[in-house]
C-alpha cells in the first residue's frame, strides 16, 4: 500500500534533511539561490467590452466545389491537375481573366499538357497525395505559379458527395511547403532578415475545411553570435586527455 500525499511529502521532506546532514563539503548540496516567484498572466484593459464580431475572418475555411470535375468512385488519383486549374481560372475572370492581376497564368495554361508537373513554361506544379481529411482516402495537394509576379497558389482538394471540392486555398510568395501528418505548413518570406512567415492548415471536421491553426515568424538560418575572443600568447594550453 503506497502512503497518502501528506506521508509522502513528510517523508521526502524527513529524507532531505538527512541528506543534507549527512553531506560534506565535497559533493553537498549547494543552493542554486532564491527562486523567482511565478507570475500568471495580466488582463489588460478589463473594462473594456469584448468585441462582438471579428474583424478579419481568420477562422474561416475556404471552400469551393470545383465544376465539372468528376472521378469513378471518387478517386482523386484519376483527377487531372491542369483541368481543376483550368476550371479555377474559368470560374474566376476578376483574377484571370484580361483585366485579372493574373492574367499571364491563364495564357501560360497553354504550354500544359494533362498531368503536367511544372516543366517549361506550364505554371501547373507536380500534384502531391495524402489523406489530410482524416476520412481514409487521398486528397489532393497542388499548387500553381500567379503570373504576373512570383506569388504561388497553393490549394487541396477532397470528394464530398461525388463533389471535387476545395478545402484550402492560399495565395503567397512561397519558399517551401511541406505536408505533416494532416496538416499543411507554408512558409514565405518574412520580409525581415534571418527570419521566415510560417502558416499551418489543419483540417477541422467541424468547417469542413482546412484551418489556419498557427500563423508565426521564425528565425531560420545560423544566428548569429559574437565571435569569442581568441587566447592570447601567454594562455596555458588547454590539458590534454589523459590516457586510460
Not at 484593459?45 to 469584448?50: L, M, R, T
Amino acid at each position: 500500500m503506497f502512503p497518502s500525499r501528506p506521508a509522502r511529502a513528510a517523508l521526502g521532506a524527513a529524507t532531505a534533511v538527512l541528506l543534507l546532514a549527512g553531506c560534506g563539503d565535497s559533493g553537498g548540496l549547494v543552493s542554486a539561490g532564491p527562486t523567482p516567484t511565478a507570475s500568471g498572466p495580466t488582463r489588460l484593459w478589463p473594462d473594456q467590452p469584448p468585441a462582438s464580431s471579428p474583424a478579419y475572418d481568420y477562422g474561416e475555411a475556404q471552400k469551393e466545389a470545383i465544376k465539372g470535375i468528376r472521378a469513378v468512385g471518387d478517386d482523386i488519383h484519376k483527377v487531372d491537375p491542369v483541368a481543376v486549374v483550368r476550371a479555377e481560372i474559368a470560374a474566376h475572370p476578376e483574377y484571370y481573366g484580361t483585366d485579372g492581376p493574373y492574367h499571364d497564368t491563364a495564357r501560360l495554361m497553354s504550354a500544359c499538357g494533362a498531368g503536367a508537373s511544372g516543366g517549361g513554361r506550364c505554371p501547373v506544379l507536380k500534384a502531391y497525395y495524402r489523406d489530410l481529411t482524416g476520412d481514409g482516402r487521398d486528397d489532393m495537394t497542388l499548387a500553381f505559379r500567379l503570373r504576373p509576379g512570383n506569388q504561388t497558389a497553393v490549394r487541396v482538394y477532397t470528394f464530398e458527395a461525388d463533389r471535387l471540392v476545395q478545402v484550402l486555398a492560399n495565395d503567397d510568395a512561397v519558399t517551401g511547403v511541406e505536408l505533416a501528418g494532416r496538416k499543411v505548413i507554408i512558409r514565405s518570406p518574412a520580409g525581415i532578415t534571418g527570419y521566415e512567415y510560417r502558416t499551418q492548415w489543419t483540417w477541422d471536421a467541424e468547417q469542413l475545411g482546412m484551418l489556419l491553426t498557427r500563423d508565426e515568424i521564425l528565425r531560420v538560418g545560423a544566428s548569429r553570435r559574437p565571435t569569442p575572443p581568441k587566447p592570447s600568447r601567454s594562455s596555458s594550453p588547454s590539458p590534454s586527455e589523459s590516457p586510460r
